[in-house]
């Protein structure tokens, strides 16, 4: 391959990379241009992309109308539990599906890929069942239990592969040194995980951030639903969107995303198993 070939091919590489960034940030770009343009503009039959006369008045008017603050907080609740409460449950559960393999080790990653595959439709209604059973409908900790159990398979699929990346050797060069089974998770294993928890946690806690189905039926008291189903209160009775405020709320529900992602980018990108040789 010669020299000129490798530039040409590396420069597609960047140009459908490019292409491919540009296809995912059209969206969001367009929903920021949509919030801050005035009713004239979103009525008009020629769209521009910058907003002629940028104007808040969208966003004051989506406060005026809807509980946003009340629903983000709701959103903000079950999002961070659910996350926590999965990656506390699934941290265990994979190391030991890493570390001792078998037939149960065997059977518990078949159910994960299978448990991927059932739609919301199949599940809500036994989810619905055994919720009102317990109590828990209409209440943010049953819809934390439903993200938590949605959730988890996936969690545990992740930090699987995490735990296998850790070269048992480092484990047992700490037995070696004299350190017991709990000290070595805590000491050796714990912080090599710590990319790859993080990472779960954030997946979680963005699914259940963007979750609407099971909060849109679960939840009934306007003071319980979350954010993703405050939206769609900016439809009228026969469809019709309130375009400028549904704009301004949208881009405010997913900055929560975005800033979580972008303070702790580097921790799931950093090198895990960096300054893992033994000295």
């Known amino acids: 391959m010669t020299a000129r070939t490798r530039v040409l091919g590396r420069a597609g590489q960047y140009l459908a990379l490019l292409a491919y960034l540009v296809f995912l940030a059209f969206p969001f770009l367009w929903l920021i241009s949509t919030a801050f343009k005035s009713p004239r ?12 006369h940028p104007t808040l008045d969208n966003f004051r008017q989506a406060f005026d109308e809807q509980p946003l603050l009340h629903a983000g907080l709701n959103s903000l609740i079950a999002a961070v539990s659910a996350a926590l409460i999965a990656v506390v449950i699934a941290t ?32 809500i209604i036994p989810l619905f069942l055994v919720l009102k ?17 949605w959730s988890l398979p996936f969690a545990l699929w992740m930090l ?8 048992a050797e480092l484990e047992e ?38 979750e609407f189905f099971f909060a849109l039926v679960l939840l009934k008291s306007p003071e319980k639903q979350t954010l993703p189903v405050v939206l769609t209160h900016f439809l ?36 895990m198993l960096a300054g893992a040789v033994k000295s």
């Open 41 to 52: 503009e979103l009525g008009s039959l020629h769209p521009t992309w910058i907003p002629r």
């Open 133 to 149: 059973n317990l109590r828990a409908i209409n209440s943010v900790g049953g819809l934390v239990m439903v993200y938590v159990v």
């Open 160 to 167: 699987n592969g995490y735990v296998r990346a850790v070269p």
């Open 92 to 123: 265990p559960m994979a190391y030991v599906m890493a570390r001792h393999r078998g037939r149960l080790a065997t059977a518990a990653t078949g159910w994960v890929v299978v448990s991927q595959a059932f739609p919301f439709v199949l599940l």
């Open 236 to 271: 009228g009775a026969e469809g019709v969107a309130d375009l400028g405020p549904l704009a301004a709320a949208a881009f405010l529900a997913t900055l929560p995303s975005l800033v979580i992602f972008a303070l702790i980018q580097k921790r799931i990108t950093g090198g």
């Open 173 to 210: 060069a700490a037995a070696v040194d004299g350190a017991g089974r709990l000290r070595t998770l805590v000491s050796v294993t714990a912080p090599l995980l710590a990319p790859g928890i993080v990472a779960t946690a954030l997946f979680a806690f963005i699914t259940a951030w963007n």
